[in-house]
């Protein structure tokens, strides 16, 4: 049996009106058939021809192409499920930060914006990462109706940020920015899913040796910041996890903690280290905490730039010659337990990873599959 020809559909604004774009391999009875339907035109911009983007136009090709061609529905349609295990999300503040009043003066429309990130429970930080770069793409264009921007026009501004110098990881985010407002807001699913996604650079982490951890706990002298360095390490926390643990998650008669809500919206439960439990009794009987395990000054959870300074104040009082951040704590639990000849998938367990690809990273890092290989030259017979 013959496969059917395919017509892939595609959402288009032309003249500021949204329209279906039909992309196929031209043949004579399908070019026939497209003329019967509603007034289809061509445009050179998108080199494809296109009709008025309505309920009806739609059941129409449709019902024109049922078993003789298969109209390809991945790029037109697409599912926008909320995620219904994550925390609901208060972007209060980020309503009222200065990036999101310009959104608001730009376009009514960015009120919406914002209320979809909300409605589809985007956390605090992305919402809040989201806003700033879309403010930054509305400037660029100065007051010209986003609606009429095309892929030329953003191919052109994602140039502009490369050229800046940013990082891989931004430039995404960017681009996640800009079609947050275009498929969501717009309600155009997949419109600049042509823009090519920069490459994501391949770069392992930095990892501390057992003995630069050690001197990096022992530098930070102050309770509270030596329990907040210990947990980190010794049961492999995200920044935001540790942040966000209440007293209640550090399950002592399992010796576990519980990591609620972690990256992907997934609990896990993680280890916890005697020496980490016999340090956080001792906090608690100095500090108090009420809710969250680290409180800051209001009682709030212990704030994340706090936490960096931290990392950075011991690791430079400790004369470690490297860039250490807290995720380079998280980066060396891993490495030293495979080192410790636990199984990777234990390892990616632990981490909450999605995919074993990602802990193997670190076997990449780790002298577990190294300490015992000579190299050649060593192998060499001395000459005289």
Known sequence: MDQLPVITLRHLVINNQKCIGLQFFPTRSILALIKTLDNPQWDDTYNM????????????IFHTFRGIAWVNCRYFFKNKPVTRDAPESDLGLVRQSTEALELYAASDSMKEYINLLETRRYSFNTAKTYVSLFRDFIRHFKGRPLIELNEIDIKAYLHKVVKSGKSVSYQNQVINSIKFYYEQVLDMPQRFYE???????EALPVVLSVEEMQLLLDAATNLKHKTILTLIYSSGLRRQEMLNLK???ILSDRMQVRVENAKGNKDRYTVLSVKALELLRLYFKEYRPKKWLFEGPDGGPYSASSVKKIVYMASKKAKIGKNVTPHTLRHSFATHLLENNVDLRYIQSLLGHNSSKTTEMYTHISTRYTRNIQSPL???NNRP
């Open 49 to 60: 021809l296109y009709v008025a983007n309505r309920e009806e136009n739609l059941e129409a």
């Open 247 to 249: 007293i209640s998650d």
């Open 195 to 201: 823009v090519d996604r920069p490459r994501k650079v």
């Open 378 to 380: 060593d192998a060499m």
